[in-house]
């Protein structure tokens, strides 16, 4: 079943369009030229790499927005299946976000093909990246289950979400560095789970380090609780969606 | 009548819908009855206190006017919904075809349509495979295989809906108003598949509001109406009886 469903979605996803998958590339690259052109004049005296820099924040940001964008919209859309057949719910976000993996993994592709032009020097630290990538699947659908479940008795999460987004966007640093910012700022962006995953990957790919252990244990902690809070949603809710739809 | 034959039982099943709650009235209006102290929620029970026991190879139909409780009923007996109170122990598994032709998505073909429902039913791609070509000629549908879902007219798609969903050996079958579908021939040809079906073994719901074919295939029914349980008896020609004397008064009050 969870195959078939991937298939559905991959098919609507890219029906009647010439790029298809095409695009799923050329937004996040269109973002990142607008705003190298845009911010490199500020920012980009101070950064090295400043192409990367971006490229590492708008990666996973757009990675985040498109998971969780499909992840909420996933169960309200399949209500027709849902109310007449009894199958387990989840299927239909994972099956949503197996397409928005398969778009980050091409995307993360481009990204190192910018690496090597942007002269950034690989290293075996690179695999690391595994780690931040993993924990931000599971931050991601857990957010996703929280909010599709949201989704079927508010509808206004749509709006909420999409401005939150946008808030989060400019809070995760993705344009500009944190570091001029004082303390109680700086703390506030090491809760956001977003931007710590953004500069677990900068510190990997930019300064060729490995985050410390306390980083690892946050990014964990950040992914399990959302992910928990999913399947508690998912669990606690489970026959009451259909009243909802 | 042995407690080990016993399929399905429901014991004092009650379902509720709630309304004038968030779905009716949206997250602004919420917030600010809750605030106000105006937030009320008005229960609506669909099922009230419906009890029924069905045996191995029995076929129940459950009748009642529209709005009677009956799909919500077998929503709760497929394990869609949960009763609000009472118990439904089920022996077996179930598969249930409510409302067949949705569900289908309009923008895939036939073909990714077939596969995809079947999935839904539980069976595997080896299995779809195999019975493929079965499904389609039963359907009538050869020469249609590769056009979008939203192209076929309705009696097409639930003549699919029906072809995929026949396959099914489930132990406890339920059918809501499946055999309805399609024309004349067709329908002629999906009540000889059902019975094969229910010979087969499988114990069978029937919603239908066609007193006839309740009267030709059940060995008990169940009469709903408002939610409430009238009457449950294996006297199925006696109920339907009643059923009929019932539905022409009510006719005759509104005239």
């Known amino acids: 079943m969870f195959e078939e469903l991937v298939k559905r979605d991959f098919k609507k996803k890219y029906k009647r369009t010439i790029l298809g998958m095409g695009w799923s590339l050329l937004s996040p690259l269109l973002m990142l030229l607008v705003m190298k052109v845009a911010f490199e004049q500020f920012f980009g005296r101070t950064v090295d790499h400043y192409t990367t820099y971006l490229f590492c924040g708008l990666l996973t940001f757009n990675w985040f927005a498109e998971s969780t964008n499909g992840g909420m919209r996933s169960?309200?859309?399949?209500?027709?299946?849902?109310t007449k057949v009894n199958v387990p719910k989840y299927m239909f976000l994972f099956s949503v976000n197996v397409?928005?993996?398969?778009?980050?993994?091409?995307?993360?592709?481009?990204?190192?093909?910018?690496?090597?032009?942007?002269?950034?020097?690989?290293?075996?630290?690179?695999l690391c990246l595994v780690f931040p990538i993993t924990t931000m699947l599971f931050f991601s659908l857990g957010i996703g289950m929280v909010l599709s479940a949201f989704f079927i008795f508010f509808r206004d999460i749509d709006y909420i979400w999409s401005l939150a987004l946008q808030l989060l966007m400019y809070g995760s640093a993705i344009f500009y560095t944190v570091d001029k910012?004082?303390?109680?700022?700086?703390?506030?962006?090491?809760?956001?789970?977003?931007?710590?995953?953004?500069?677990?990957?900068?510190?990997?790919?930019?300064?060729?380090?490995?985050?410390?252990?306390?980083?690892?244990?946050?990014?964990?902690?950040?992914?399990?609780?959302?992910?928990?809070?999913?399947?508690?949603?998912?669990?606690h809710y489970n026959t009451e969606f259909l009243y909802y739809v | 009548m042995s407690d080990q034959n016993i399929m399905l039982s429901c014991q004092g099943v009650s379902i509720r819908y709630k309304i004038g709650d968030l779905k009716d009235i949206g997250l602004k209006e919420w917030v600010t009855r809750r605030l106000t102290g105006r937030y009320s929620v008005v229960d609506f029970w669909a099922d009230k206190d419906v009890s029924f026991t069905i045996n191995e190879g029995d076929m129940l139909g459950i009748i009642g006017t529209n709005g009677a409780g009956k799909s919500t009923l077998l929503k709760a007996v497929s394990g869609i919904m949960e009763?609000?109170?009472?118990?439904?122990?089920?022996?077996?598994?179930?598969?249930?075809?409510?409302?067949?032709?949705?569900?289908?998505?309009?923008?895939?073909?036939?073909?990714?349509n077939a596969y995809l429902r079947g999935a839904m039913l539980g069976y595997t791609r080896t299995f779809m495979d195999e019975m493929y070509s079965r499904i389609i000629d039963f359907a009538e549908l050869k020469g249609f295989e590769d056009r979008p879902f939203k192209q076929l007219s309705s009696g097409m798609k639930s003549r699919l809906a029906f072809s995929?969903?026949?396959?099914?050996?489930?132990?406890?079958?339920?059918?809501?108003?499946?055999?309805?579908?399609?024309?004349?021939?067709?329908?002629?040809?999906?009540?000889?598949?059902?019975?094969?079906?229910i010979k087969g073994g499988a114990t069978t719901i029937l919603?239908?509001?066609?007193?006839?074919?309740?009267?030709?295939?059940?060995?008990?029914?169940?009469?709903?109406?408002?939610?409430?349980q009238i009457e449950f008896t294996d006297d199925v020609k006696g109920c339907c009886d009643r059923y009929e004397a019932f539905l022409a008064a009510r006719k005759n009050a509104k005239v």
Not at chain 1, 103 to 126: P, Q
């Open chain 1, 75 to 82: 169960l309200l859309w399949n209500a027709s299946i849902f």
């Open chain 1, 99 to 126: 397409q928005v993996l398969l778009n980050f993994a091409l995307t993360l592709l481009v990204f190192f093909a910018f690496c090597a032009i942007d002269h950034v020097s690989f290293s075996w630290r690179f």
């Open chain 1, 181 to 235: 910012f004082p303390p109680s700022m700086q703390f506030a962006f090491s809760m956001n789970p977003v931007y710590r995953h953004i500069a677990y990957i900068r510190e990997v790919v930019l300064a060729g380090t490995i985050p410390s252990l306390e980083t690892h244990l946050t990014l964990i902690g950040f992914a399990l609780a959302a992910f928990l809070a999913g399947i508690f949603m998912y669990r």
């Open chain 2, 83 to 112: 009763p609000t109170e009472g118990y439904i122990v089920r022996k077996g598994r179930v598969v249930a075809l409510l409302e067949l032709a949705s569900g289908f998505d309009g923008d895939l073909t036939v073909t990714e």
């Open chain 2, 164 to 197: 995929i969903a026949s396959l099914v050996k489930p132990e406890i079958l339920i059918l809501d108003e499946v055999l309805s579908v399609g024309d004349g021939s067709f329908r002629a040809k999906s009540e000889a598949k059902m019975r094969e079906i």
């Open chain 2, 207 to 228: 919603v239908s509001h066609s007193i006839g074919q309740i009267r030709a295939m059940c060995s008990k029914v169940l009469w709903l109406d408002k939610g409430r």
